[in-house]
């Protein structure tokens, strides 16, 4: 069984957390967040021009700038977590040109030997799956699709065609951590996906509290929180992983809690 298989087939759906690779202690972070109980972790690689995130992501981004770091960090940071934390499913998120610049094979290589599961690029397309999906799956890592409210029914299958771990599913049309969306909206986006895919549905953008993850927890086969983790990273430095740890299990304990309640 993969490391997502195992993670998403839990009586309970996944916590899955997001934090930048170089800002503050990653590696006491991302153990923090084990221990406070997340399933699947997502590492992001900073970008100095990122789409999709929105203004905690941003000054994460130019924190871990400011500190140095390079790729070749992240994939050091990613092989430890893996040395230590065997069984937990790891993600790179982040942008196109940090993983193809220096060649798919390269970064796909990288991407195993380091041990990581999964890969999220948020700005290539299915379109353009051929800069970079071909040498993911060949070196045996998940590439890791995104579907949105305006994901539509003719485009879908086309998404999901070599999707692989979990389908992530963005739940508001906007950048992450500002807003959050309806609940019966993310409802009615589960139930239209699960109808297409088998692959486990993770809902994130704008999940900032354990009530709103609960809440999705009861309908989606996981839950993402980012933002709201890079700000407790932000506001507390070194001394971040004892917070984020406590933070953490306040998330694990309301959505491990949410599919008993729904039961």
Not at 222 to 250: K, N
Request: proline content about 5%.
């Amino acid at each position: 069984m993969s490391r997502f298989a195992a993670a998403f087939t839990k009586p309970h759906a996944a916590l899955v957390t997001f934090v930048t690779a170089g800002d503050g202690h990653t590696a006491a972070i991302l153990d923090a967040l084990v221990a406070g109980g997340a399933d699947v972790i997502e590492l992001g690689m900073p970008f100095t021009d990122p789409m999709a995130d929105g203004p905690a992501i941003q000054a994460a981004n130019l924190r871990s700038f400011a500190a140095g770091t390079k790729t070749a960090d992240i994939f050091a940071i990613a092989k430890g977590f893996r040395a230590r934390h065997p069984d937990i499913p790891l993600v790179l998120m982040g942008y196109a040109n940090p993983m193809t610049r220096r060649g798919a094979d390269w970064f796909a290589a990288a991407c195993q030997d380091a041990g990581v599961d999964g890969v999220i690029c948020v700005d290539i397309p299915f379109e353009e799956d051929d800069s970079l999906g071909p040498a993911l799956r060949a070196a045996g890592v998940d590439q890791i699709r995104l579907a949105t409210p305006t994901t539509d029914v003719a485009r879908l299958p086309a998404v999901l065609d070599g999707a692989g771990g979990f389908l992530y599913y963005v739940s508001v049309a906007g950048i992450t951590g500002l807003q959050q969306a309806a609940q019966a909206s993310i409802e009615e986006a589960v139930a239209r996906l699960r109808a297409q895919t088998a692959l486990p549905i993770a809902v994130g953008f704008g999940v900032r509290t354990p009530d709103q993850a609960a809440q999705i927890a009861r309908v989606a086969d996981g839950v993402v929180v980012g933002s709201a983790l890079v700000e407790i990273v932000a506001q507390h430095g070194a001394d971040a992983p004892r917070h984020i740890e406590t933070f953490t299990r306040s998330l694990a304990a309301a959505i491990h809690g949410a599919k008993e309640i729904a039961a």
